[in-house]
């Protein structure tokens, strides 16, 4: 299983990143996915999970303000975060991770991850 993230980049508060998270190789048609951030010195943290239903959840801090979505491609998953609305606070380390359907939104239900992109915002 390959998990790749990309989309980070730097942007001014109150602007907008897409985070694009590719995954190939999965062999279920059952899984969670999740966006995760650390920042370093600080224990990684749920952002928002998507299940194969299309069911979402999100971290309070971000509730209306990012939106997940999922799409499937050719055997490959993809996993999209609109983040709207940025603040300085969220600037940190984005980390995609794949798990089963009943992963919950801690570290350790979730297989596979990527390495991240970084998402630095300035005020």
């Known amino acids: 299983v390959q998990v790749v993230e990309s989309g980070g980049g730097m942007v001014q508060a109150g602007g907008s990143l897409r985070l694009s998270c590719a995954v190939s190789?999965?062999?279920?048609?059952?899984?969670?996915m999740a966006w995760f951030r650390q920042v370093p010195g600080k224990e990684r943290e749920v952002v928002a999970r998507i299940r194969s239903t299309g069911s979402t959840t999100y971290a309070d801090s971000v509730k209306g303000r990012f939106t997940l979505s999922k799409d499937n491609v050719k055997d490959t998953l993809f996993m999209y975060l609109q983040m709207n609305s940025l603040k300085p606070e969220d600037t940190s380390l984005y980390i995609c991770a794949i798990g089963g359907w009943y992963a919950t939104l801690t570290t350790g239900s979730y297989s596979f991850w990527g390495h991240g992109t970084q998402v630095t915002v300035s005020s």
């Open positions: 190789g999965y062999d279920s048609n059952r899984y969670s």
